[in-house]
T-cell receptor
Framework: GAVVSQHPSRVICKSGTSVKIECRSLDFQATTMFWYRQFPKKSLMLMATSNEGSKATYEQGVEKDKFLINHASLTLSTLTVTSAHPEDSSFYIC????????????FGEGSRLTVL | KQEVTQIPAALSVPEGENLVLNCSFT??????LQWFRQDPGKGLTSLLL?????REQTSGRLNASLDKSSGRSTLYIAASQPGDSATYLC?????????FGTGTRLLVSP
């Protein structure tokens, strides 16, 4: 299957700082990537759809100015959590699909964010 | 709004047992259904993908079925092993846009 890589896998930051998480498709190009958030022992919630070369599409209730998404190339999308707050602590996972892959999605390893 | 439910929420079985995980969804107008495995603190590993026109998919000891009209899917695991211990998630939805269930935490004891 296709490989999606995230970095960093774990990050700890202070309140008020910004943190950037990278999502890369290693062996394929992805015009669309997806960012999910997962709370402890809960399921994944779609935050936004990242579109290469254009603005991201955010789900209802997700703050655009807090979670900045950039998809500058066909293999890289970044999620920046701005002015981080302890309530932003969570597990963030990205995914991407192959063109012509029947809609199958492949997920990164996830990034654990802890805001102190 | 699509809602996905998985039953049971947790399951503990001895090694070697065959088991069935259930997934139900409220809106039958789906593009596909995907089963994933998630180990603690890790990302998701895709197990099986069933297109809306298909009834089942098989991979090794895993078999997933789909009954779109009744809004149900099952994941059958044959001859379970301790290495199968993980959380299993089903996800349904439109093209590449998935709605996830709450997961079934499986523990297979030696």
């Amino acid at each position: 299957g296709a490989v999606v890589s995230q970095h960093p896998s774990r990050v700890i930051c202070k309140s008020g700082t910004s943190v950037k998480i990278e999502c890369r498709s290693l062996d394929f190009q992805a015009t669309t990537m997806f960012w999910y958030r997962q709370f402890p022992k809960k399921s994944l919630m779609l935050m936004a759809t990242s579109n290469e070369g254009s603005k991201a599409t955010y789900e209802q209730g997700v703050e655009k100015d807090k979670f900045l998404i950039n998809h500058a190339s066909l293999t890289l999308s970044t999620l920046t959590v701005t002015s981080a707050h302890p309530e932003d602590s969570s597990f963030y996972i990205c995914s991407a699909g192959l063109a012509g892959g029947g809609g199958e999605l492949f997920f990164g390893e996830g990034s654990r964010l802890t805001v102190l | 709004k699509q809602e996905v439910t998985q039953i049971p929420a947790a399951l503990s079985v001895p090694e070697g047992e065959n088991l069935v995980l259930n997934c139900s969804f409220t809106d039958s107008a789906i593009y596909n259904l995907q089963w994933f495995r998630q180990d603690p603190g890790k990302g998701l590993t895709s197990l099986l993908l069933i297109q809306s026109s298909q009834r089942e998919q098989t991979s090794g000891r895993l078999n997933a079925s789909l009954d779109k009209s009744s809004g149900r899917s099952t994941l059958y695991i044959a001859a379970s092993q301790p290495g199968d211990s993980a959380t299993y998630l089903c996800a349904v939805g439109g093209f590449q846009k998935l709605v996830f269930g709450t997961g079934t935490r499986l523990l297979v004891s030696p």
